[in-house]
């Protein structure tokens, strides 16, 4: 018998409550129409206390040098871990940062990160928001050398990794991996579709074929998304130069990482600044105002043509689609 994600989680819990640190807290299925995962969860089985300790420092602003700012202060469960309050980010001292927090659901699929593709394992995530100047303005030996003053952190460590003899590095940032990689978004409409629980309506369906004649080449499978880093024609000069930052060649100019679509009716502001406030203008954009470049992604280069012809009606249709990709079972979920 196979499992949902959800249900299979919350049985789990139920079960190992009692049980020792050294327990599997959940043996995370995959869904069948899910890609492989990257996350080694065989070698890094998670526990219910490793779990709960990267959940306490995900939430804890005294990561932050001025003990202001927590991972979710960018990134909200409501609105499926993004920041719905500020374009873009706001961090330490009220300074405003570049780009747009993304969505952090379903980082265990994942190899590259942030909008550049600058982190390559999910260990490492939170090392950029922690150092960043902008966001959190902490160093990690800072982080490390606050949790190693405060007893709850003292006694949490201990209990969970019961061999170590002072809090470290490695294992406070293996810890928030740990949660991190259990925020599985895998239960909206499109999904109980695709598992046969459910059917689309007329106007999601008519929604679907629009989406995948138009859209699926870039934002593909479950996940919605190529993974790649494409130039989606925003802009004909780029203040901010996006994947040419890490790779150093101009191929790259204006290039960020294809966002995941899960969610998106939750996730505003839009892009990697954060510019477009709802999906109207976002479609606007893929229809009326892709602005050419060197490196503007093929799929939006239509012989003397820009962008992706979309009428009134059919940008209607796929905002009805595209709704079914929001999992309110994950954003409720009382265990995150």
């Known amino acids: 018998m196979k499992y949902n994600f959800l249900i299979f989680i919350t049985f789990s819990l139920l079960l190992l409550s009692c049980q020792s640190e050294n327990e599997i807290f959940v043996s995370i299925v995959r869904s069948d ?46 609105v499926a871990f993004t920041d719905p309050q500020h374009n873009p980010s706001v961090g330490i001292n009220n300074s405003v940062g570049t780009r747009n927090a993304p969505m952090i659901a379903n980082m265990a699929f994942q190899n590259e ?28 030996d800072g982080v490390v050398k606050k949790l190693r003053q405060i007893e709850e952190y003292q006694l949490s460590f201990q209990d969970v990794y019961s061999k170590l003899d002072s809090i470290t590095s490695p ?9 991190l990689a259990v ?71 204006g290039k960020f990482k294809v966002p995941s679509l899960r969610n998106i009716t939750l996730t505003a502001p839009y892009m990697h600044d954060g510019r477009f406030k709802d999906l109207d203008q976002v479609l606007d954009h893929y229809s009326e105002n892709v602005k050419w470049s060197s490196t503007l992604a093929e799929e939006l280069q239509d012989g003397t043509q820009l962008g992706i012809q979309l009428t009134i009606e059919e940008k209607e249709r796929l905002k009805t689609f595209l709704e079914t990709l929001t999992d309110y079972e994950f954003i409720s979920n009382p265990m995150f």
């Open 183 to 253: 925020l599985i978004s895998d239960q909206s409409k499109y999904d109980k579709v695709v598992r046969g629980e459910l059917s689309f309506t007329t106007e999601e369906m008519e929604g679907k074929l629009i989406f995948d004649a138009k859209c699926a080449s870039c934002h593909s499978g479950a996940l919605f998304t190529n993974k790649e880093f494409m130039n989606n024609g925003l802009d004909t000069a780029f203040e901010d130069i996006g994947r040419s930052l890490i790779s150093e060649t101009d191929d790259d100019l």
């Open 171 to 179: 294992y406070m940032l293996r810890a928030i991996s740990d949660y």
């Open 33 to 78: 129409h899910f890609p492989e995962f990257t996350y080694d969860f065989e070698s890094n089985p998670i526990t219910k206390k490793r779990f709960e300790l990267g959940k306490m420092l995900f939430n804890d602003p005294r990561l932050s040098i001025d003990n202001s700012v927590a991972c979710s202060n960018c990134h909200v469960k409501g």
């Open 113 to 140: 990160f942030l909008w550049d593709g600058g982190v390559t394992h999910l260990d490492f995530v939170s090392v950029f928001a922690i150092e960043n100047e902008k966001e959190m303005g902490e160093t990690i």
